[in-house]
């Protein structure tokens, strides 16, 4: 069981990029909010999808080809996406919220903020796991 540890960490980070910005965003206040300009909503379109394909495609490596580090490293970049979007926010006028939708903090965080932290953590975690776990097995093995 030990040897699944990075993978369900970084599985679970994996699903969490690709599905919850789906939950979050086809709705009425995202992507078929009808005040959106038309540009703005393709662009959504095309993140949510490209995070959608690209779960897919981590889940595969993950669990048919065992190449854990390397799904890791796709979610991390997913992540880093949002975490440079959010911290330059302030450049390009940006919000977490839309001011006609209200989303209650957790713990002084904006829900997404405090969700992504978690979901960052199972992709770090994973891959610390799986990185320790070769270096391991390599060491063993020249001996």
Not at 25 to 37: I, K, Q, R, T
Not at 106 to 116: K, Q, R
């Amino acid at each position: 069981m030990s040897e699944n540890v990075s993978k369900v960490l970084v599985s679970l980070g994996s699903l969490s990029y690709g599905v919850m910005p789906l939950v979050a965003d086809l709705n009425e206040s995202h992507l078929l909010n009808p005040e959106w300009m038309a540009h703005a909503k393709l662009h959504l379109a095309w993140l949510l999808a490209t995070g959608s394909c690209l779960t897919v495609y981590s889940l595969y490596l993950i669990w048919r080809r065992s190449q854990v580090l390397e799904a890791a490293i796709i979610g991390l970049c997913v992540m880093s996406g949002f975490w440079i979007a959010a911290s330059t926010k302030a450049l390009y006028g940006g919000l977490f919220v839309d001011p006609n939708h209200e989303a209650p903090s957790i713990l002084g965080l904006h829900p997404t903020v405090f969700s992504f932290i978690f979901v960052t953590g199972f992709l770090v975690a994973g891959l610390l796991v799986e990185y320790f776990q070769r270096r391991t097995e390599r060491e063993q093995g020249s001996l």
